[in-house]
């Protein structure tokens, strides 16, 4: 499975940003697949999630109402609208996946290279 994400930019407060996972090779090892983000000098944190069948969504608490999880399954792309952005949400941001456990935030297998979200004040 490669992933490859886009959509990464310079945003002021307040303002929106779609990130966009293309992901290649999909079988049933990636079913669930999720954004992480990685800010400067800090350990790289869970963001949200999304189960294939899109039955499932996960997020953590600190975006909760202003990010939203989606995917493309016609273009085997999960995306991640970024709403209301604030300059915490500065970071590097990864897509991941791993083939089951929406609910656990470890065991992903598979990462792409990332892309730079950054929220200016």
């Known amino acids: 499975v490669q992933l490859v994400e886009s959509g990464g930019g310079l945003v002021q407060a307040g303002g929106s940003l779609r990130l966009s996972c293309a992901a290649s090779?999909?079988?049933?090892?990636?079913?669930?697949m999720a954004w992480f983000r990685q800010a400067p000098g800090k350990e790289r944190e869970f963001v949200a999630a999304?189960?294939?069948?899109?039955?499932?969504?996960r997020y953590t608490e600190s975006v909760k109402g202003r990010f939203t999880i989606s995917r493309d399954a016609a273009k085997n792309t999960v995306y991640l609208q970024m709403d209301s952005l604030k300059p915490t949400d500065t970071a590097t941001y990864y897509c991941?996946?791993?083939?089951?456990?929406?609910?656990?935030?470890?065991?992903?297998?598979?990462w792409g290279q990332g892309t730079q979200v950054t929220v200016s004040s």
């Open positions: 991941a996946a791993k083939e089951s456990g929406v609910d656990s935030e470890g065991g992903y297998n598979y």
């Open positions: 090779g999909r079988t049933f090892s990636s079913n669930v």
């Open positions: 999304i189960v294939w069948t899109a039955r499932s969504v």
